[in-house]
């Protein structure tokens, strides 16, 4: 509710980048995200990876952001409305965090991590709302890293997308 009335901005390159893959992320799609992001080569990047208390991936992940200050590794559970409020754009799952997105007005990419996924995240790209990348184990580190960057450097595409999330969820 006190997210209902927020305007987003849509600066014309996206910085902030929010990447949450769920609670678990068992086969751990988390860190191929974060490969894909490190090809990025956007000035002032920050990237917040955001995972849930369920992931045994935890070490892995903080091993691997090591020595990169762009990264910073967060606990998903702590204020996920005020992580998606101070991000342009994410990277998700296609669970429920999608609409919460659409609600926040953040652009996001989509991968399908779970059979229950894929109507959402093709619904929520046919939409306009989200683009989905497809199932994670047909998706390899290069897809993604250019699915984001259109993302990143369309500033009327992450406008809309926004437009189109608040107007599909109106958070009631």
Do not use: Y
């Amino acid at each position: 509710a006190p997210w209902r009335d927020r305007q987003r901005t849509t600066p014309s390159v996206a910085r902030r980048i929010l990447v949450t893959l769920g609670a678990g992320d068992p086969d751990n799609q988390t860190l191929k995200v974060v490969h894909a992001l490190k090809n990025l080569e956007v000035p002032g990047l920050e990237v917040s990876v955001a995972i849930g208390p369920a992931n045994r991936h935890r070490a892995a992940l903080k091993w691997e952001l090591e020595g990169f200050e762009q990264f910073q590794l967060v606990d998903g559970g702590e204020d996920m409305p005020g992580l998606m409020a101070a991000s342009d754009v994410a990277v998700s799952g296609g669970g429920s965090t999608c609409l919460e997105m659409a609600f926040m007005g953040l652009p996001n990419a989509v991968l399908v991590l779970a059979e229950n996924q894929a109507g959402i995240a093709n619904g929520l790209d046919t939409a306009g709302v989200a683009r989905s990348l497809g199932w994670h184990e047909d998706v390899d580190v290069s897809l993604i890293a250019k699915g984001v960057a259109d993302l990143v450097l369309d500033s009327g595409r992450r406008a809309e997308m926004s437009r189109r999330g608040r107007r599909l969820v109106d958070g009631r």
